[in-house]
């Protein structure tokens, strides 16, 4: 018995009936520039893919990072979406899941002050979404650098956004730099209280596949690699070793954060295919 509850306790995944405990917190990881195929056997993220579960039909929804980032945020798409990165900063109008509750928090890694709208490397602006919304009044409250994460009081939404040295950007970042990045500060949240106890679930997903690709229109394309991106789910709720194949995007991360939080869905999230059935959330 005493061995059973010993294993119990180190699992990262599956140790709590489904729906036991009411999901008050919602974070993602948003990793970069890296298809699907290119992560899956760096050692820890295989090691979480064994232990909880992995979207592996899941897809960006453009190139470059900026409309990722703004597409997963506010379920915008087609022309309401930036182009481009947007050097120089653009505003973006309308809702977002930052608008639509006032409990939540950007944590950058290595942003130099609050709600920081130009790069200051290794800190890249377009990777935090939140500065580029213009009606969201209360971004220097909650855009914060990621050394201000208190896991003992975490907002209901939370988007963690490594630098460009740790993040496995294909051009200043490897897959194992950002791998051994997770393992310490995924590791960190997995190990809390507040993961433990039920009422988190963590995704850790990629802006946008690597290079090369043949195409911007990557939400339903299955045959272009830069199009192909991982998500990881971990709750303790998730059965370890969970797969789900709907072929999915950032719209659905979109949707099943919002139905965790109980929030009406934004854009494409509401026809956005639905993957929480997968993993019991």
Known sequence: MRAASAARSNRICGMRPAGSVRVTHVIWIVMENRSYNQVMSAPYISSLAAQCAVATNYHNISHPSLPNYIAMTSGRSGSGLPSTDCPGFCAVSGPSIFSQTSSWGVFAESMPGACVRHDARPYVAHHTAAPYYSSLTTCASHDVPLTALNLAHLPAFSLIVPNIANDMHENSS????????????????????????????????????????????????????????????????????????????HYSLLRITEKLLGLPYLGQAAAAPAISPSFKL
């Open 174 to 249: 490897s897959v194992a730099a950002g791998d051994s990045w997770l393992r310490t500060h995924l590791g960190a949240i997995l190990s809390s209280p507040v993961y433990q106890s039920g009422s988190t679930v963590v995704f850790v997903t990629w802006d946008e596949g690597g290079a090369p690709h043949a195409t911007n229109n990557c939400a339903t394309n299955t045959t272009d690699n830069g199009c192909h991106v991982a998500l990881l789910v971990m709750s303790p709720f998730v059965a370890p070793g969970s797969r789900s194949a709907t072929l999915a995007n």
